[in-house]
């Protein structure tokens, strides 16, 4: 991927989620995300759908399991007899003659978005697979940013050239016959104020003249 397209991606940029039908920004991309990785049981509806349009709909799909799991009553614990011997890492001994096994929790990183695999793997070694995922989902999230910043530059550029293009008032003084004005200038004959409507060397007052009477001379 070209370099150019690694931007801050924090950047403060609204995207227009049209499945919503509403404005979200990275604010609450963020916010989302710490709901996920910290209480995946609070996220509603309409945060898995601030996920899903950031990271995806696989991203939103494990936030929904997440939250399902989260929601989901904690199975008891499996107690055996004392009689059975604890192995030698891994089993915890506790009062009673009995011992807990506690549940398997698969980590997968297929399964994980970038901030979530960051969190439970940190500084461990990775594999290329990993790490192509992780690629992937920065590339995603910063060619969304990015073509969302370019569509409003250059809507704000047109803007600009756009204002630019429309002519600007001002005052030429008294006219003088013979000398070309241009469109959109002021000017003061025989005590009127005359505007010109166009680029012209015309006499303002006269027949087929370009320009437009303002403000017509008073009596005294």
Known sequence: MDASTYVDYHAAIEALDKKACRVHTVDDWRRVGEKSHHAPGTLTDDDITIIGFFDGEKSAANARARRAQALTPPAPPIATPSSVKASPAGDQAFPGGSKTIPPEKPSTSDDLNVEEFLRMHGSKAVTYRELHKVLEDVAGVTVRLVKAQKER????????KELEAQPRLKYAGVHIDGQPYSEAQ?????GSLWISTMATRTTPGTPGSDWQLVVKRGHA
Do not use: G, N, P, Y
Request: hydrophobic share 55%; aromatic share 0%; charged share 30%.
């Open 153 to 160: 530059a250059d809507t704000l550029e047109a803007r600009v």
């Open 186 to 190: 002021l000017v003061t004959r025989a």
